[in-house]
């Protein structure tokens, strides 16, 4: 593991959603993921879309708009994409930058192998849905 990959692995053990998540297991899941580093007022995730990736913010902050309404407001620690990815389908909303943000993106093709080895990671991607999907 490179430095960048092993940072990345220690940011994510201080987000709450995954502070509680092994070192090995945040190790894998910094391994499959790129950084992305995205602008204010930018929609990347959009509702009604196939869903490819997921991602988790490590510093900003974004809105989850379904329709035209923001009906959550997400910070640092915020998993996105848990829904299309478990459902095998299209987005249930639209993700947009409040501000800039920078986020872990983990495409879905990494994303599948990585849950079958690391099943605290599952675990914690349905404990997020689940908690998604009482919001709504």
């Known amino acids: 593991m490179n430095r960048e990959k092993r940072e990345l692995a220690e940011e994510l053990a201080k987000l709450p959603s995954l ?18 580093n995205l602008p204010d007022s930018w929609a990347f995730v959009h509702e009604g879309t196939p869903a490819d990736a997921a991602y988790v913010l490590l510093s ?3 809105n989850v708009i379904m329709g035209r309404t923001i009906v959550a407001s997400l910070a640092a620690g915020a998993i996105i994409g848990e ?3 478990l459902d095998g389908g299209q987005r249930h909303a639209t993700v ?3 501000g800039r943000v920078r986020a872990m993106r983990i495409n879905y093709d990494k994303l599948t192998p990585l849950l079958a080895k690391r099943p605290a990671l599952r675990d914690v991607l349905r404990a997020v849905d689940r908690e998604h999907r009482t919001e709504d």
Request: charged fraction near 20%; proline fraction near 0%.
């Open 19 to 36: 502070g509680s998540v092994a070192s090995a297991d945040l190790e894998a899941l910094a391994e499959a993921g790129d950084v992305v």
């Open 60 to 62: 900003g902050e974004a």
């Open 83 to 85: 829904m299309a990815y």
């Open 96 to 98: 947009s930058t409040h």
